[in-house]
DNA sequence: AAAAAATGAATGAACGTTCATTTTAACGTA
DNA sequence: TACGTTAAAATGAACGTTCATTCATTTTTT
C-alpha cells in the first residue's frame, strides 16, 4: 500500500472518529487523545494531518457539508420543471438527514455552536445555489412564493432537521409515509 | 437589602452571565471564573447556588425554557378559535425568538448539543401541551392537517429558530411585514 | 458576639501541542 | 533478490497551561 493512500485512510479515520465523539460530547469535551484513539493512530500524528484542533474541526464541518451538498443535488438536472426538481433535491435532502444521521447531526451542532469559526461557516454555504436559482426560476414561473429565499429554506427544508433530530432521540418514527407527508408540507408551504 | 433579594441578584447575574458566555464560546470554553467575573462574583461563589458547572447549566436550560414557554402562551385563553389561539402563540414565540435573542440562541444551542442532560431536556419540553392541545382540537374541528405534532412543530415553530439565526448571523432582517408572511405561511403549512 | 455569606489562593487532574526518538518505506547497488 | 542507506511517517512521553472545585480565612449580616 502507498504512503498516500495509507494517509488518506488515517485522515479518513480522523475525520470519522472527530464526527462521532463531537456529537456525542461535543467539541471542547472530546479531547485529541481519545479522537487518535478511536483513529487508531497517536495524538501526535494528528498534527501531520491538520494544524491543531480549531482546524481539525473546521476542515471536518467543510468536507462534511460539501458531502451533503453533493448529496443533495445527486441526479438533480437543471432541466427538470420547478417542482419535480425541487421533489428531487428535498428528498435527497431527507434520505441524508434520516440515513446519514450522523453527518447529519454534527452539521446540525456545528450550525448552532460557536465551535466553528466564520471563514469556514461562510465557505460551507457555497454550495446551495442550485436549489436558490432553482427558487428564482419557480418564482418568475409563477410557481414558488415571492419572498426571500431563506423564508423558503426555512419552512421547506430547515423542518427536515427537526425531524431527524425527534427520530434521533427515538421520539418519533419517521416512515416513508411520513416523509411524503412531509415532502407535501414542504411543497405546500412555498409553492403558490 | 435582605440576605434572599441579594442571593437572587447573584444567582440572576450567574444565569444572565452563563447564557451570554455559553452563546459566545460554547460551554465548555466558558470557564467558571469567567462566568464568576462576569456575574461580578468570586468562583467559589458559584458554589454555593450551584452543584457544580453541570447543573448549573442544566439549571439555567430549564429556567431559560420555562421563561420561553411563559411568554408563549402570554395572553392566550382555551376559549381562542383554533386559528386565533394558534397565531397568539405563534406571534409570542416570533416575538420571543427575534426579541430576546440572548435566550433563544442558548436554547438553540442548547438543543442541539450533547451539552444539556436527557432528564434536564425532558424537564423543559414539559410546558408546550397547550400547544399541543390546541392541535388536536383543530384536528378533532377539521381545521388541523392530521399528522404529528412533531410534523406540526417542525414546519410551523420551528422555522423561527432558522430565521432568528440568519437575523442574528445579520444575513437577514425580518422586518413586521416579513414576519407577517412568516405568519401566514407557518399557518398555510398547517391548516388543512 | 455568633452565624451566614463570600472570598480567592491552592490543588490536582486533564488537555493541546511539541519534538527527540523509533519505525517504516523507498531507493540504489551488486 | 539481499543489503545498506536515506528519507518519510509515526510515535508517545513530557511540557506548560487551563480549569473545576475546595476550604481555610475574611467579610457581612443578624
Redesign the interface.
Known sequence: MSATSKGQNKREALVKATIKLV???????TPMSKIAKMAGISPGTIYLYFENKQNLINQVYIEVKASFSDFAFMDYEEYFSVEKGFEKIWKNIAVFKLKEVEEAMFL??C?????IDEPSRKEGLKHLQPLLDLWVRGQNEGII?Q??P??L???SI??????M??QQRE??ELSST?VD??YK??W???KI
Open positions: 456529537n456525542n460530547n461535543g467539541f471542547h469535551a446540525s451542532q450550525d448552532n455552536t460557536p465551535m412564493k419572498v426571500s431563506y423564508m429554506y426555512a419552512f430547515y423542518p427536515i432537521a427537526f425531524l433530530n425527534m421520539l418519533y411520513h407527508e412531509a408540507m414542504a405546500n408551504s412555498i
